[in-house]
Structures are given as C-alpha cells and as structure tokens.
C-alpha cells in the first residue's frame, strides 16, 4: 500500500516522493526553501552550543590533568556526558506529543542546563563534576526530541533530511565557536578555567530568552486535527517494525561509538602537541560538521537517509585508523577531525528524520527521542567501557578493537537497513 505525502508525508522518504510527483519535462526545479522557525531553533542551539562545547573541549584536561584523574574518571563522567540523558530523552518526548506544547517543553530543558552552568563555577572535585555533567545532560536530554519534533512540524516531508542540516549546521556553527573561545581563554589565561565556565553560562542564557521570546509556540496535533480527528497517542503506537529496526540498528552501532574525547586523546599521545592546542580538536571537528552537513541532509533526501547514516559509520571507522597509523602528523590529524565531523554531519540530523519518517503522526517527539534514547544509552556503555579498556591494554590495541568491531557491525547494519526499506517500498 502506496502511502501518499498528503496522508503521511513523513513516511514518505524522498524517492518515494519522486515517484509521486514527477517533475514534467522542462520544468524548473522549485527552490527548497526553509522555515524561519527552523533557523530560530538553530540560532537556539548555535547559542547553547557555543555554552556547552566551550565547556566539553576542556574536560578531558581539565580532568585528567588539572585535576589529575585516570581516563576510568574521564570515561566515566564522558558516559554521563554521551548517556545520562537518555534516562528523561522519552519522558521530554512524551510530554511535548501528550501536551502538544513542545517548545515549552524543550524550554524547561535548555533553562535546565543553563542552571547547571551557574552550578559549574562552584563545583569541585570529581563527584561536583559528575553532578554537573548529569544536570546538564538530563537538560539536553528534555530539550532534543521536542526540538526536533518542532523542525519536523515546521518542514515539508520530503524536505525534512535539509531541515534538519540546516538545523544542525546553525548548531556545529556554535559547537566550534565554543571550543575556540575556550582555546584563546586557555591560550592568554593557561589557567582560565573559570573563564570559560563565565563564557559558558553567559551564552546558555542567552539561548533560553531567545526560545522564549522568537520561536513560536506550535502545537502540531492540535495542527493536524483540523484536518483529521486522531485519537490520543498510546505506547504501543510506537511498536512500528520499521522504527523498532531503526531502533535496534542505531543502539549496536553507538555501542561501537566511542567518544571524542578519547580519540582527541588519542591523536595528542601521539603527536604529543600542547595542552594549549587541546580545544582546536573540537573546533576541527565542528568546522568538518558545519561544512557537511547540508550537503549531507539533502543527498539523504535524495538517495535514502538510510545510506547516509551508515556511510557516517564508514568514516568514524576510517577516523579511528588514523588515530592509530604507524606515522601522524599535521595531516593525518587534519584528515581526522574532518572524517569525525562527516560521520555527525551524517548521523545526527539524518537519525531524527529517520525516526520522524517511522513514526507515528502524533508520536514524533516519541519516535525520535526512542531511537536518540537507544543511542545516548549504547554511547554511556561504550565511553565507560572503552575507559577501562585504554586503562587495561593501552590506548592503540583499544582503538584497534574498536574499529574492527564497527567495521564488522557496519554490513550487518546495511543488510538489516536495506531490508527495513525494501519492506516501506513495498507496503
């Protein structure tokens, strides 16, 4: 059964829409315009971005060497960083779709991590640090999914991949500012950390009275029942095979994902640069992201978002063998950070409009904060666990290990992925 993009048209991936809507010999190609809303929410998380990541390029110094942690206490506090929020990811989900009010909701979340910057200038120690970490993330994790279903209500379907590239580049934009402001604090004040966390909290309030006062307060079931009554969403409206797939196949690979702070880690014991230096990492990786990721969201309208994702996996593995190539250098550090930022330029956006596309019209937020919930969780595991396994057998064997499992896991995801869509072109 053909599901056409007037009735579902986030089912309705971009050769199905093709196929639908022919363009007629001769015809001009419309201009793919994007909602205004969509450029807030990424001014949104340009701010609160420059906040967190000017934050996050520091950490793994400024635990393993201002306060003079083991990488099991970075691993630890990076798997609450990756993961914690995947304990209320659901829970923020869920109440944006039952409200039908989810830009409050993700007001609460971004206010949340803002909080938790004013608490960032009094903490120390590693249990301070910790709880920091935590309120921060369980902020993201309220705040992700009714963003994201606040892109989806303002996008056409089969513009949604170039939504949510737009989104994320007006989003890396700040996540390479952040790490960069960091770095000149750091360069100037070699002891700047309060600094920073100044800067931090400044730019996260900054991003809350922006969501307050520009982006409007859309309510997508109340939208949609205007044109067709729907009862009130439940559960088990959210056991679509195609999503449980997309679910499934998301949570083996992030549990393969190790964090970046690890392979920055990685890439200084080798080539052994200044401390000073640490932050530009981030901003390598972010400039890669900003650079890919339009380009990235509409080639996965065009092709499949499914293909997309997975390529994504091919360049962190490819990122990983650099980090553990017999010879470094300038370019081989270089070639890194870009492969790094294609493989997020690849996955983030397109895994929401993924599960946007296989989720029930009235459980978007749901839909996509399940699979982000399923990803955060695996990433928790992966950065604890590979903690422990740099501490046990040395830094080049566990990269080693875990490049060899995403490359064998990749074609088992392609095959799965494949038969996901072979069944949504045939339904």
């Known amino acids: 059964m053909y599901i056409s993009l007037n009735d579902r048209g986030d089912e309705a991936s971009a050769d199905e829409s093709a196929a639908a809507n022919p363009t007629p010999p ?106 920091v970490v935590a309120v921060d993330r369980i902020g993201k994790g309220i705040r992700t999914a009714p963003r994201d279903a606040l892109i989806t209500a303002s996008s056409e379907p089969s513009n949604l991949g170039h939504s949510f590239g737009v989104h994320r580049m007006l989003d890396t934009i700040g996540a390479a500012v952040g790490p960069l402001l960091a770095f000149l604090v750091l360069f100037f004040v070699p002891t700047g950390y309060t600094i920073v966390f100044v800067i931090s909290l400044a730019f996260a309030a900054l991003g809350v009275i922006v969501l307050g006062l520009l982006v409007p307060n859309r309510r997508p079931r109340a939208e949609r029942a205007k044109a067709l009554t729907r009862p009130p969403l439940r559960w088990r409206d959210l056991n679509e095979p195609r999503l449980r797939r997309l679910v499934i196949v998301a949570g083996i690979l992030g549990l393969l994902t190790i964090g970046d702070g690890f392979v920055y880690l990685s890439l200084q014991a080798r080539s052994d640069f200044a401390a000073t230096w640490f932050p530009l990492l981030y901003v390598g990786t972010n400039i890669a992201f900003f650079v890919f990721a339009i380009p990235l969201g509409r080639i996965a309208d065009r092709v499949g978002r499914w293909r997309v994702f997975l390529f994504g996996h091919i360049a962190l593995v490819l990122a990983y063998a650099c980090t553990v190539l017999p010879f470094g250098g300038p370019t081989i550090t270089i070639l ?81 992925l494949r038969s996901l869509r072979s069944k949504a072109t045939t339904a």
């Open 26 to 131: 001769g015809a001009k190609k419309a201009l793919v315009r994007v909602s205004s809303v969509v450029i807030t929410l990424g001014i949104v998380s340009m701010l609160t971005d420059v906040s967190s990541e000017s934050v996050a390029a520091i950490l793994p110094l400024y635990i393993t060497s201002a306060m003079g942690l083991s990488t099991i206490a970075y691993g630890f506090i990076d798997g609450l960083y990756q993961g914690v929020s995947a304990f209320v990811r659901i829970g923020g989900g869920w109440a944006a779709d039952r409200a039908d009010r989810p830009k409050w909701i993700a007001f609460a979340g971004y206010g949340l991590s803002a909080v938790a910057k004013i608490w960032l200038l009094l903490a120390t120690g590693f249990a301070a640090i910790a709880a």
């Open 336 to 416: 890194c950070l870009v492969l790094l930022g294609a493989f997020y330029a690849a996955t983030d956006g397109v895994l929401a409009a993924l599960a946007a596309q296989f989720s029930p019209p009235d459980g978007i937020a749901s839909g996509i904060a399940a699979a982000q919930t399923v990803v955060a969780v695996a990433r928790l595991l992966a950065s604890t666990g590979f903690g422990v396994l740099w501490f046990a057998i040395g830094r080049g064997n566990a990269v080693l290990i875990a490049a060899a499992a995403l490359a064998i896991a990749i074609p088992i995801a392609w095959f799965l």
